[in-house]
């Protein structure tokens, strides 16, 4: 059983304007009466990723399904628009997002911190752990064999060493 409906959403609402601060958007809040589930459609803007080997996106789209177990209960998340990415499925394979913070789940668990988690494996994705779809696996490979490399010399008194 979860929260009884009037906290539920008084909670939802708290935590979407930690979502409207920290992302600098207006989320309206969810009216007394809203049906369950609740889908918050989610916009990442100006984040680099790549949808393809060759081919990368600014914009992408994820929805947070939130249930009335919520917070007992952690979110769903739904990936939306095309990415290559070894740990967020394509729209056509599932959409599904393998965020720690879901693995950890807890009552004191937030949205915002969930949002925080995705915008983290955007830019860190993780090739050691993918979903087993064929797009997460390549892009698992492509993400190991293509690591960024460094080099690096120094120079001292005039001289390279």
């Known amino acids: 059983m ?26 309206r ?6 049906g369950f589930p609740i889908e918050i459609s989610v916009v990442l803007r100006n984040t680099p990723s790549k949808i393809y080997r060759d081919e990368t996106a ?14 007992y209960e952690r979110p769903r998340a739904k990936w939306m628009t095309p990415i290559f990415h070894p740990n967020i499925m394509m729209p056509e394979d599932g959409g599904f ?5 879901l693995d950890n789940w807890s009552f004191g668990s937030s949205l915002l ?8 494996l955007i830019s860190d994705p993780n090739p050691m752990n993918p979903y087993g779809t064929e797009s997460c696996m390549e892009a698992a490979r492509w993400y190991i064999d293509n690591k960024p490399k460094f080099e690096a ?3 001292y008194c005039g001289s390279d060493a």
Do not use: W
């Open 58 to 71: 600014n914009d992408h789209i994820f929805i947070i399904v939130v249930s009335e177990e919520y917070p």
């Open 153 to 155: 010399r120094i120079r």
């Open 97 to 101: 997002v393998c965020v720690k913070t």
């Open 2 to 27: 979860g929260l009884v409906r009037p906290v539920l959403i008084k909670r939802i609402n708290n935590e979407i304007l930690g979502l409207n601060g920290h992302l600098g958007i207006d989320i």
């Open 29 to 34: 809040p969810v009216p007394e009466n809203a």
């Open 113 to 120: 911190s969930f949002v925080k988690g995705v915008e983290q």
